[in-house]
């Protein structure tokens, strides 16, 4: 248990933070395994544009580093090509 009062309000913020990311990296999860169950070609490309998107909202609220969600939007790109 937190000594100090600023350990004990780090500590619930610690967690609030948590929950918020384990939210956004549970759909970006879910994005990705849509994006490979998806067989038809025009349909996986509109999946891919969601999960860009959902990935660089990530990003933006720093859930990911830039460059980690810069490779998954590489890795995304390459399943369209392929």
Known sequence: MPTHKSAAKRMKTAAE???RNRRVKSSI?????TVDMEK???KKGESVKAAISIV???AQKRVFHKNKAARIKSRLARTIKA
């Open 56 to 58: 660089d909202k990530a």
């Open 17 to 19: 933070a948590r929950r």
């Open 29 to 33: 999860k879910t994005a990705l395994k």
């Open 40 to 42: 038809d070609a025009q």
